[in-house]
């Protein structure tokens, strides 16, 4: 959370001249409501549902040329980081709890943040979450003390670097 997915996606997706999905966004339209009211009603459970379910959907109808921002807790069901691997160019926004903390203070529409101790939380997500991304990641881009422009901008570089990579190896 706070890395930036929403933010440097879309950057991307208008660099690239293609379609901008947020699953956050596509869950919340699905839904006609909003997060926060979805953890509220159905739990994290019903949430990771509604999130397989969108990304599935978005994987099967797709034609492979857009640019998606997944929440945080996506790689938390193997059978959506199965998706991902198959399906996608997987980009890892690192950023350090810090600035994660930073960067959602301003926000109380992430449910999971609104405990007494985000920082502690950040932290505990990290240490579950952090090899689970750097499993499906194709490359891992540093976000900390960059604007947003510039991560995009190397996230834009890194793909042409990769992409190029794999057309020579081929
Ligand atoms: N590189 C950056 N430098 C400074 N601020 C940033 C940077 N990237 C994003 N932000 C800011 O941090 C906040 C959170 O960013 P954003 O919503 O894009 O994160 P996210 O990874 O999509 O989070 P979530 O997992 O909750 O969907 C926004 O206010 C955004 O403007
Ligand atoms: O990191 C998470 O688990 C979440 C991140 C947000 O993008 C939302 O998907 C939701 O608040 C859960
Ligand atoms: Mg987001």
Same mark, same amino acid.
């Given at each position: 959370?706070?890395?930036?997915?929403?933010?440097?996606?879309?950057?991307?997706?208008?660099?690239?001249?293609?379609?901008?999905?947020?699953?956050?966004?596509?869950?919340?339209?699905?839904?006609?409501?909003?997060?926060?009211?979805?953890? @509220?009603?159905?739990?994290?459970?019903?949430?990771?549902?509604?999130?397989?379910?969108?990304? +599935? $959907? #978005? &994987? !099967?109808?797709?034609?492979?040329?857009?640019?998606?921002?997944?929440?945080?807790?996506?790689?938390?069901?193997? @059978?959506?980081?199965?998706?991902?691997?198959?399906?996608?160019?997987?980009?890892?926004?690192? +950023? $350090? #709890? &810090? !600035?994660?903390?930073?960067?959602?203070?301003?926000?109380?529409?992430?449910?999971?943040?609104?405990?007494?101790?985000?920082?502690?939380?950040?932290?505990?997500?990290?240490?579950?979450?952090?090899?689970?991304?750097?499993?499906? &990641?194709?490359?891992?881009?540093?976000?900390?003390?960059?604007?947003?422009?510039?991560?995009?901008?190397?996230?834009?570089?890194?793909?042409?670097?990769?992409?190029?990579?794999?057309?020579?190896?081929?």
């Amino acid at each position: 959370m706070g890395a930036g997915k929403t933010t440097i996606g879309r950057l991307i997706s208008q660099s690239l001249g293609k379609d901008f999905y947020d699953l956050d966004k596509v869950i919340e339209d699905n839904a006609g409501a909003d997060i926060p009211w979805i953890f @509220e009603r159905e739990g994290e459970d019903g949430f990771r549902k509604r999130e397989t379910q969108a990304l +599935a $959907s #978005i &994987a !099967q109808s797709d034609t492979g040329d857009s640019v998606l921002a997944t929440g945080g807790g996506i790689v938390m069901r193997e @059978e959506n980081r199965e998706i991902l691997r198959d399906n996608a160019l997987v980009v890892y926004l690192y +950023a $350090s #709890i &810090a !600035q994660q903390l930073y960067r959602t203070s301003k926000s109380t529409h992430r449910p999971l943040l609104q405990t007494g101790d985000p920082k502690a939380t950040l932290k505990k997500l990290f240490e579950v979450r952090d090899p689970l991304y750097r499993d499906v &990641a194709t490359l891992i881009i540093e976000t900390d003390a960059r604007h947003p422009r510039s991560v995009a901008n190397k996230v834009l570089d890194a793909i042409k670097r990769h992409l190029k990579e794999e057309t020579t190896v081929s």
